[in-house]
């Protein structure tokens, strides 16, 4: 009997810089409205995704981003943290450098967020102090680290293999495409510099002008294309999809400083279906962690089929998303 397709919904909660650094004495960074995007009495970004997944019965990974303490201290995604816990969610840890450039009394760290292209010694420094950082929110080591934007180098993998984190998600060809081979995963599970990478599913998607490869998020892939890319991966042999998100992504925003809000009535719709397939279908598809998943995943490297959908998925989700872009109230 075939194996359930396991589904990882991985979700980056991070803070905003909000335009600080081009006029810092305008814009201060934005911490909560990014998180949860309140309107009037009601939150429709994290509070969202939880009462979502609490209602599927279903858990998440959280990828914590945890060099915001430079800039905000401990507060508030450490709330963030605790609430997630209770939620019982899992958390990891996820990083953006560009807000270690707020640290003070130590060796400073240069203005700017891509983990990859910064040498061995000060990865492995960058990684280290968030670490700590994500301990003492979470009460425990991470197992497993995201990098913001999702670049990464062989650096990143040897320095969390020296610092003891096991698991990486670092990778999305559709997002940014690694300039070292080993690192141009689409799927699956690779050991790489004794750290276990699994990258956001990419598959390819072809349309009028050819085809591409295109890593599957809730705000850029439309129900339609998902179910059937779910089904297509399902009859192929995939065993393992993980999919991105953000708490933001379930949000509309009048400007960069969410001056006003709204719900994102699409990519709720989206999560939603998607939580609704997975409950569904429960001898073909499981939601699972990083933590769930831990001995399993670091048990064995996995190489799956390369996936392609029709380009009239391509057509209708570029339109959906023109739509949903330009009508406040769609």
């Known amino acids: 009997m075939q194996k ?36 009037g009495s009601k939150r429709q ?32 995604m450490r709330s963030v943290v605790r609430r997630l816990q209770a939620a019982g969610q899992d958390v990891q840890l996820h990083i953006h450098p560009v807000w270690l450039s707020f640290a003070r009394g130590q060796a400073p760290f240069p203005r700017q967020d891509n983990c990859d292209g910064r040498g061995y010694e000060e990865i492995h420094r960058v ?15 991470p197992l497993a680290l995201r990098t913001g934007s999702l670049r990464a180098d062989s650096d990143v993998y040897r320095a969390m293999a020296n610092l003891g984190i096991p698991m990486a998600s670092n990778i999305a060809l559709g997002i940014y495409r690694p300039a070292e081979p080993a690192l141009q995963l689409d799927s699956g599970r690779r050991r790489i510099e004794g750290v276990m990478e699994l990258p956001v599913f990419t598959y390819r998607d072809s349309n009028l002008f050819g085809t591409h490869r295109k890593s599957l ?67 073909d598809f499981v939601a699972v962690t990083f933590t769930g998943q831990k001995t399993a995943w670091l048990g064995s490297e996995l190489e799956q089929p390369f996936v392609q959908i029709p380009s009239v998925f391509s057509i209708g989700r570029k339109l959906h998303n023109r739509i949903n872009d330009w009508v406040w109230a769609y």
Not at 7 to 20: L, M, P, Q, R
Not at 50 to 60: I, V
Request: with cysteine; net charge positive.
């Open 4 to 39: 359930r397709t396991q589904i990882c919904i991985t979700v980056d909660t991070e803070f905003s810089i909000a335009g600080h650094f081009l006029d810092p004495e305008r814009y201060a960074p934005l911490a909560e409205p990014v998180i949860y995007g309140r309107r």
């Open 217 to 283: 998020q809730i705000t850029s892939c439309s129900w339609p294309e998902m179910r059937h890319l779910l089904w297509t991966s399902r009859r192929a042999g995939v065993e393992q999809i993980l999919l991105l998100t953000h708490p933001f992504e379930f949000i509309k925003k009048s400007d960069f400083r969410y001056t006003r809000v709204t719900r994102n009535r699409v990519n709720q719709s989206r999560l939603e279906k998607l939580c609704r397939f997975i409950k569904r279908y429960p001898d």
């Open 127 to 141: 990684i280290a102090v968030c670490a700590d950082i994500f301990e003492r929110w979470a009460g425990h080591r």
């Open 45 to 76: 970004g994290l509070e969202f995704l939880l009462d979502t997944l609490a209602r599927y019965e279903m858990t998440a990974s959280f990828f914590i981003e945890c060099a915001n303490y430079f800039y905000f201290g401990d507060e508030p």
